[in-house]
């Protein structure tokens, strides 16, 4: 059985260690010359509990299972993962009836430890945090998701499987029993073909003749971090009540595993599908993104917060009001620019934003379509519901 996968991030690399461990012969292609290029590699670190999730949604079931099998995973190969706790927190009496939906989630989704806190309480946890009340889930942790991507990797050529970078995946075809798939100057012949290509997931689907009803939008989140003393303000994660219409969970204060705290990520519209920064325009890419009416749908349905969201990128503005909302004594001077991240967000024809992951099978080609956060989180646990639960050929 020959599996080929389109993507080096921790999902693409995730299935492949699945596939190898059942007997398959894999083969991982990536565009980059490394692992974890893209979202992998710029994300917030934090391996999510689940607790915001629609319970007995794809997100809550992976996330929970995902994360057991990341920790385990973890421990096993001496990979970071610290359980620093994290607090959401409510900063108005508005916000207590948000917070207490956020509570009855969790224990839904059967979170560990939960806890919900007055103002004084969630300054045991965080002692320079505000706020009225808070949900305390003391067992959020956070890990280093490129390294845990590069020991997938190694897993996969232990296993006999290779992963091949530098490979461009430019054509798919299915025919005679396989599917023929160029990248790389080669045309390698596959029994199925997996992608997990997130931000290039309808470039790949297109190449594979199922453009699908989705199309993915590049949301670019962009971080500033705390600088020198400043760090010690913040033990671990401190979050707002998320609003609701939006499947991102707003800028937040997040303790690193390397010991920095990054106030982020925003959500603005990227000029590119890999558009990092205002200055990654691609005409190309605006053209497909803005081609697609979900796009314009969605644009017309919540101009007002994208156009909050432009101004607190550009004025810098966004992370130092949402840091001092909950942590009062950061000032201007403690808060520095630094990388972002591109998410992969899939948005319907309709303008909905998919709040869930969303797999497609299209013949010989699993395709999946929506793996935003928590994915890096459930990674393990969506290889394993893709092994158990798509319609591979039979032998795996
Ligand atoms: C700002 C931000 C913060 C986040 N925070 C968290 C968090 O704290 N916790 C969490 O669990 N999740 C978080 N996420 C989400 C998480 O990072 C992603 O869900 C996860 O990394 C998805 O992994 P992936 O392998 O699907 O995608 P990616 O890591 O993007 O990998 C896709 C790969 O496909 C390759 N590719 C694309 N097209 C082609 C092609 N044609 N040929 C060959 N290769 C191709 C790319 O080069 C890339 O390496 C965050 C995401 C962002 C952007």
Redesign the pocket.
Known sequence: MRIGI????????AVAREMARAGAEVTV????DR??????????????AGIYYAPGSLKATLCRDGVAMLREYCAEHGLPYDEVGKLVVASSRAELPGLRRIAGRARENGVPGIAELDGLGLREIEPDAVGVGAVHSPRTAITD?PAVARRLAADVAASGGSVRLS????GIRERAGAVEVA?GGTVFRFDTLIS?????TD??AALAGSPGEVRIVPFR?EYHRLAGSAKSLVRGLIYPVPDPRYPFLGVHLTRRIDGEVLVG?NAVLALAFEGYTWRDVSPRDLGRILGWPGTRRMAAAHWRTGVREVYGSLAGSAFLSAARRYVPALTAADLERTG?????QAVARDGRLLDDFAIDVHGRIVL?RN?????????LAIARHIALTVPLPKSI
């Not at 389109?6 to 690399?13: D, E, N, P, S, T």
């Open positions: 389109v993507g080096a991030g921790i999902l693409g690399l292609l990536d565009k980059e692992v974890a290029a893209h979202q992998t590699g710029h994300n917030s670190g934090v391996v999510h998701f490979h461009p995946v430019r990248a997990c290509a997130g931000l290039g470039r790949v989140g990520p972002g991240g591109v998410r992969a999946v793996a935003p956060s928590p994915a890096a989180t459930s990674s």
